[in-house]
C-alpha cells in the first residue's frame, strides 16, 4: 500500500498530462490542479495500480480520476471494436446525470465519447451503446446487474478494451448489500472479459481507509495506491439550538423561516414524515407573512419530476430556495454552494453529518451548520431515559467526533447471504445454467463471498431449491426454477434492496411520489405530501393509486423504515459529555440548559458509578455501548426470562429489582460468551434484507446474528458493567431528578 498526501505543483503532475487535457484545463481558467488531482495523475496514468481518492466534498474528485483516465485513453485510442474502456459506477441516477454533464464537456473537446446507463435512459441511447460500445459508461450497479442478466452473452464484448473502473461515493456501499452486488459484479466482470482493470474508489467520507481498500479489492487492500486530501481547513461556523415539546418543531420552523429565507441552504431532516412537517409550516409561515414561499421537500418517495425540479431551483442562482430533505441530498449532484446546512434531531452518523456539512462553504467561504435539537418537557412521570436530554447529547457526541475528524468505520460483519441468493441467480442466467461447484468457486472461494465456507452454501442452494428459485439437472447443472424465472424476469430484481409495493399518489392527473401502505388509508382522510395538505379521493387497490384533491388540514403520513444503529464509539462519547464540565460554545441558551439538565440527572440517577436505575417494578440498565452490544445484553438477559425493551440509552428490564439485575449481570460476566446464533433465534422477525425470506431459518438466523449482533464486544463490556452493579447501591425511586430539572439560570447569548 503507497499513500500519497497533498503534493505541490512542482510535482510536475500537469505535464504528465496529455496536450489537450492540458489545454482543455487552461480553457477553465484553473490556476493550479488541487492537492488530490496532483497526486492521482501519476499512479493513474500508470494503469497498474487501484487507487483511492480521499477528499472533500467539491474538492475535486470527479477530475482527479478523469483528467488522467482521459489522457491515457487519449494518447493511447482503442481501435474500432473494442468496447467500452472506462466504467464510471454511481449509486445515484441523478448523480450519473450531474457527472455526465461535466464529463460531456471535457471529453467532446478531446473526442471521446461519453455515455450513461440507467432506468431512465431512453432505450435508443442504449441500442447505441449495444451496438457500438466505446468510450466512456456511467452506469448504476442495477443496470450493470441487469446487463448481466438479459445480455450475459455480450458483457465480455462489451467490455473486451476495458481500461479502468471508477466507484463514486465508495462509503456509501461500504458494508451493505449493495455494496456486496457490486463486489460481485465487479469481480465477474474481470471474469468476463479475463483481465484486470485497475480500479479506482472515490470518496469524501471515509472512516477507514484500510476496510475501503479491502472493499475495492478483496484481498489486495495493502496494494491499493490512497491519496487522501489535506485541503481541508475550511472555517466552520456552529450553532446548536434546543427547544422544548411539544411546541419544538413550531418553534424549529419559525426560526428557520426568519434566519434562511432569502439565501439557498439544505435543511436535513431524520424521517420523510418530517420533511413533510417541517415543509408544510414553512409553507403556512410564507402564506401567513405574504411571502413567496422559498421552502420545498425533496425525499426518495416524491416523484422524479418534483425532484428533479428541487435540484434544478437549488443549481440556479436567480431564485432563494431552501430545500427540506432526507439524505437524498446528502451526496451526489454538484448543487453549488448553499449558504448553510440545518440539521433537524440529532445526526444519524458522524458519517452523515460530515457528509452533510460537505454541501455548505464549498467555495471556499466558511461552512455553516445549524442544529436544531427538541426535548420532552420534564413532569413527576418523565421516564428517567428522558430526562438524560438524549439526542442534546448525541449531537454534542457527534460533533465532538467530527471535530476530532472519526466517522464510523464500514460494518465488519453481515454475511450478505441475500446478494449471495441474488447473484447465484444472476449467474444461471447470465451463463444459462452453471454447477454448484462453479458457482461457489466464482462468488465465493475467488470472489467476494470468501467467508461463506461449502456447507453454507450448500444449505443456501437446498434452501433455493425448497423456495423453486433454482432446479438441478441430472447433469449438475443449476437452472432456475418457476419461481427464480419468475423473480429473475421482474425489472425489481436487479437492485439488492428491497423495493416495497408502493401506491401512486395522484392530484389533479399528475404524480406526486409514491407511498407504502403498512396501514390503512381511507377516502376523505387528510394528508401533507410534496409539501402541500391533500385529502384521499379515492384509494384504487388494483391500480395502486390513491387519488387526492386539495385540502385545508392533514398530516404527514407514516413512511414507514428505522433508523440506522448508533455506533458504540458514539454512546462512549456521550458519557464523556455527560462526565465533563465545560459547556461548548456553540450551544444556545436553551441548549446549555438542556446540557445542564441532562448532566444534573446523569449525576443524581448515579450513573457514573451504577449503570441500573430502578424505575417502579422495573429497572432500567443504562451500558452507554452501541445498538449491536445493547441487543446482544437484552437478548441475554431474556435468556434468563427477562422481558426487556430497548430505547435509545436505556434497556427496561421488565419486572426485575436492581439487585437481581445486579445478580444476572454477575453471572452472565462469569460465564462464557453465548452463540449469536442462539441470541438470534429469539428473534421472531429475522427478515432483515431483500431475499432473506427465501432462506431456510438456519441461514436467516446466521445472517441475522452476523448483521445485527455483536457478541464479543457485549461480553467484553460485561465485567465493567457488572463490577460497577456491585460497587454502590442503585437509585431506585419514581423520578429522582424531575424536581431538579431546570433549576440552572443562564443568561441569554449576545
Excluded at 89 to 108: G, H, M, T, V, W
Excluded at 699 to 711: E, I, N, Q
Aim: net charge negative; aromatic share 6%.
Amino acid at each position: 500500500m503507497t499513500t500519497s498526501p497533498a503534493s505541490g505543483s512542482e510535482s510536475g503532475a500537469f505535464d504528465l498530462l496529455h496536450v489537450e487535457v492540458r489545454r482543455w484545463i487552461w480553457q477553465q481558467n484553473w490556476r493550479e490542479l488541487r492537492d488530490a488531482q496532483e497526486a492521482a495523475v501519476a499512479p493513474i496514468l500508470a494503469g497498474d495500480t487501484d487507487v483511492i481518492i480521499s477528499a472533500a466534498t467539491a474538492s475535486g474528485k470527479t477530475e482527479a480520476a478523469f483528467l488522467p483516465i482521459c489522457s491515457a485513453l487519449v494518447t493511447e485510442r482503442a481501435p474500432e471494436g473494442s468496447g467500452i474502456s472506462a466504467l464510471y459506477i454511481s449509486p445515484l441516477k441523478a448523480l450519473i446525470n450531474d457527472q455526465y454533464r461535466r464529463l460531456e464537456e471535457l471529453c467532446e473537446h478531446l473526442d471521446l465519447p461519453v455515455h450513461r446507463w440507467h432506468g431512465d435512459v431512453p432505450a435508443s441511447r442504449k441500442r447505441r451503446v449495444l451496438d457500438r460500445p466505446d468510450g466512456i459508461l456511467l452506469i448504476t450497479p442495477e443496470s450493470l446487474e441487469a446487463l448481466f442478466v438479459t445480455r450475459g452473452t455480450k458483457v465480455a464484448s462489451l467490455f473486451r478494451g476495458l481500461r479502468y473502473v471508477v466507484v463514486d461515493e465508495l462509503h456509501s456501499f461500504l458494508g451493505i448489500e449493495r455494496g456486496a452486488q457490486l463486489q460481485s459484479l465487479l469481480h465477474r466482470l474481470e471474469l468476463a472479459i479475463r483481465h484486470r482493470a485497475p480500479r479506482i474508489g472515490l470518496s469524501a467520507t471515509l472512516g477507514d481507509m484500510t476496510a475501503a481498500a479491502e472493499f475495492l479489492r478483496p484481498g489486495a487492500a495493502d496494494q491499493i495506491h490512497q491519496i487522501t486530501s489535506t485541503a481541508d481547513g475550511q472555517e466552520l461556523r456552529l450553532q446548536l439550538r434546543g427547544y422544548l415539546a411539544p411546541e419544538g418543531d413550531a418553534d424549529i420552523a419559525a426560526h428557520l423561516f426568519h434566519t434562511v429565507r432569502g439565501t439557498d441552504n439544505l435543511v436535513f431532516a431524520n424521517s420523510r414524515s418530517r420533511v413533510e412537517d417541517l415543509t408544510d409550516r414553512l409553507t403556512r409561515l410564507s402564506e401567513q407573512a405574504h411571502v413567496p414561499n422559498e421552502f420545498v421537500p425533496h425525499h426518495g418517495n416524491l416523484s422524479k419530476e418534483i425532484r428533479e425540479h428541487v435540484e434544478s431551483r437549488l443549481k440556479d442562482r436567480a431564485v432563494p430556495v431552501t430545500a427540506i430533505c432526507t439524505s437524498t441530498l446528502e451526496m451526489g449532484i454538484d448543487i453549488g454552494s448553499v449558504t448553510c446546512v440545518a440539521q433537524v434531531g440529532a445526526p444519524p452518523s458522524v458519517a452523515a453529518l460530515r457528509q452533510r456539512l460537505g454541501r455548505s462553504g464549498r467555495r471556499d467561504g466558511p461552512a455553516i451548520l445549524r442544529m436544531y435539537v427538541s426535548e420532552r418537557e420534564v413532569t413527576d412521570k418523565t421516564p428517567p431515559a428522558d430526562l438524560l436530554r438524549e439526542q442534546l447529547v448525541q449531537s454534542i457526541a457527534a460533533i465532538n467526533l467530527l471535530l476530532a475528524r472519526w466517522c464510523e468505520p464500514p460494518s465488519a460483519g453481515g454475511m450478505h447471504l441475500s446478494t449471495l441468493v441474488q447473484q447465484t441467480l444472476s449467474l444461471i442466467a447470465q451463463h444459462g445454467g452453471v454447477t454448484p461447484i462453479e458457482t461457489y468457486r466464482t462468488l465465493c472461494e475467488q470472489g467476494p463471498f470468501r467467508h461463506i465456507d461449502r456447507r453454507t452454501f450448500s444449505t443456501l442452494l437446498r434452501d433455493l431449491g425448497t423456495a423453486d428459485l433454482l432446479r438441478q439437472e441430472r447433469d449438475g447443472l443449476l437452472l432456475h426454477g418457476g419461481a427464480g424465472e419468475r423473480l429473475v424476469n421482474h425489472h425489481t430484481f436487479f437492485a439488492a434492496f428491497a423495493a416495497p409495493t408502493e401506491y401512486r399518489l395522484m392530484a389533479e392527473g399528475r404524480t406526486l411520489g409514491s407511498l407504502a401502505l403498512d396501514r390503512p388509508l381511507l377516502p376523505d382522510q387528510l394528508m401533507i405530501f410534496a409539501g402541500r395538505r391533500w385529502k384521499i379521493r379515492l384509494v384504487d387497490t388494483t391500480a395502486k393509486i390513491i387519488e387526492l384533491t386539495p385540502a385545508s388540514g392533514g398530516r404527514p403520513p407514516l413512511f414507514g423504515g428505522a433508523g440506522p444503529d448508533v455506533h458504540d464509539r458514539i454512546r462512549t462519547e456521550m458519557r464523556v459529555v455527560y462526565e465533563a464540565a465545560d459547556v461548548p460554545s456553540y450551544l444556545d441558551t436553551t441548549a446549555q440548559q438542556l446540557l445542564y439538565d441532562g448532566r444534573d440527572a446523569y449525576r443524581r440517577l448515579g450513573l457514573a458509578d451504577n449503570p441500573l436505575v430502578g424505575w417502579g417494578s422495573d429497572t432500567l440498565l443504562f451500558p452507554f455501548r452501541g445498538d449491536a452490544i445493547m441487543s446482544v445484553l437484552g437478548l441475554a438477559l431474556h435468556e434468563q426470562g427477562i422481558s426487556y425493551e430497548q430505547n435509545g440509552l436505556a434497556l427496561t428490564l421488565q419486572g426485575t429489582t436492581p439487585q437481581q439485575a445486579t445478580d444476572l449481570l454477575t453471572e452472565m460476566a462469569t460465564a462464557p460468551p453465548p452463540d449469536a446464533t442462539r441470541l438470534a433465534a429469539l428473534i421472531p422477525e429475522k427478515n432483515i434484507d431483500k431475499y432473506d425470506e427465501m432462506l431456510g431459518n438456519e441461514l436467516r438466523t446466521a445472517a441475522y446474528a452476523a448483521r445485527k449482533l455483536d457478541v464479543p464486544g457485549a461480553w467484553a463490556a460485561l465485567p465493567e458493567l457488572a463490577a460497577a452493579a456491585q460497587t454502590v447501591r442503585p437509585v431506585s425511586t419514581s423520578n429522582p431528578v424531575a424536581a431538579s430539572a431546570s433549576r440552572h439560570r443562564i443568561d441569554e447569548l449576545g
